[in-house]
């Protein structure tokens, strides 16, 4: 129950910090990535501010020896590696995320902002995900276990 609550409340606090910094607004998403017409930085003081914590939780969970909410930690074992999979799926996510302007945290918010532009966008999300579950399952089946999912 505690692991539900703390990720509930972790999930509202993103949601409003993004409808706050106005990631979850589209317009606002296609205009900072427009870096040759209208270009607004809005969103790089938002992405820049977002660093600095996650630079803190990195130190600190390194010197811790459990999260506070799970038994352990699910880290992946080589941070510095670069393979197709991850030039791929970054590409995907740029991609979706310049013809949509929705990546999947706000794409989430949006379906109680805006329902009708995020519903779509979530569908295909959700497609894509199990798409990618079912052909890595066939072709690698233990990658399926790398993606949470623990009965391979």
Same mark, same amino acid.
């Given at each position: 129950?505690k692991?539900?609550?703390?990720?509930?409340?972790?999930?509202?606090?993103?949601?409003?910090?993004?409808?706050? !910094?106005?990631?979850?607004?589209?317009?606002?998403?296609?205009?900072?990535?427009?870096?040759?017409?209208?270009?607004?930085?809005?969103?790089?003081?938002?992405?820049?501010g977002?660093?600095?914590?996650?630079?803190?939780?990195?130190?600190?969970?390194?010197?811790?020896?459990?999260?506070?909410?799970?038994?352990?930690? !699910?880290?992946?074992?080589?941070?510095?590696?670069?393979?197709g999979?991850?030039?791929?799926?970054?590409?995907?996510?740029?991609?979706?995320?310049?013809?949509?302007?929705?990546?999947?945290?706000?794409?989430?918010?949006?379906?109680a902002?805006?329902?009708?532009?995020?519903?779509?966008?979530?569908?295909?999300?959700?497609?894509?995900?199990?798409?990618?579950k079912?052909?890595? !399952?066939?072709?690698?089946?233990?990658?399926?276990?790398?993606f949470? !999912?623990?009965e391979?």
């Amino acid at each position: 129950m505690k692991q539900i609550s703390l990720a509930l409340l972790s999930g509202m606090l993103f949601g409003a910090g993004l409808t706050y !910094s106005g990631m979850a607004n589209p317009a606002k998403v296609r205009g900072f990535l427009d870096i040759f017409g209208a270009w607004n930085p809005a969103l790089m003081f938002v992405m820049g501010g977002a660093m600095l914590p996650m630079l803190i939780a990195w130190r600190v969970q390194a010197r811790l020896k459990a999260p506070l909410a799970a038994p352990r930690f !699910s880290l992946p074992q080589d941070l510095r590696r670069i393979d197709g999979k991850l030039l791929a799926g970054a590409a995907l996510f740029g991609i979706g995320w310049g013809v949509a302007g929705l990546c999947p945290g706000p794409g989430l918010t949006d379906l109680a902002l805006a329902p009708r532009h995020a519903a779509l966008f979530v569908l295909a999300m959700l497609g894509g995900m199990a798409l990618f579950k079912a052909v890595t !399952s066939r072709i690698v089946p233990e990658a399926t276990k790398a993606f949470g !999912s623990e009965e391979g």
